[in-house]
């Protein structure tokens, strides 16, 4: 069974960064894209970041490009997404997804329904201004 748990959320002012991660098991990691969303209160989740599988390719929504990276270390099962200069508009729970395929590109995260890959249970990041 896939188990994705994510952490390093918090609450930061303005201008502030956090580092999540998301900790992947019960799969071979390093075939598998991954990626990140968020669902703001009384918002549809959005797409934020992916990793293809090989780590080559990386896309970004453009809310966040230029301001968050997304990385990942196969040898430590573990995707990360590094967020600079956060804003308040950027105040959601933050969730971590596996591709639902191997050896995927990661091109499609940002319409991946949330029927589809394994999900995790999220973590808050909370920005203030």
Request: charged content about 15%; aromatic content about 14%; overall charge neutral.
């Amino acid at each position: 069974q896939v188990q994705v748990v994510e952490s390093g959320g918090g609450s930061v002012q303005a201008g502030g960064s956090l580092r999540l991660s998301c900790s992947v098991s019960g799969l071979t990691f390093s075939n598998y894209a991954l990626g990140w969303f968020r669902q703001a209160p009384g918002k549809a989740y959005e797409f934020v970041a992916a990793i293809s599988w090989t780590g080559i390719s990386i896309y970004y929504a453009d809310s966040v490009k230029g301001r968050f990276t997304i990385s990942r270390d196969n040898a430590k099962n573990t995707v990360y997404l590094q967020m600079d200069s956060l804003e308040p508009e950027d105040t959601a729970v933050y969730y971590c997804a596996t591709d639902p395929y191997s050896h995927g590109s990661g091109n499609y995260f940002y319409k991946l329904p949330r029927t589809q890959g394994s999900w995790g249970q999220g973590t808050q990041v909370t920005v203030s201004s």
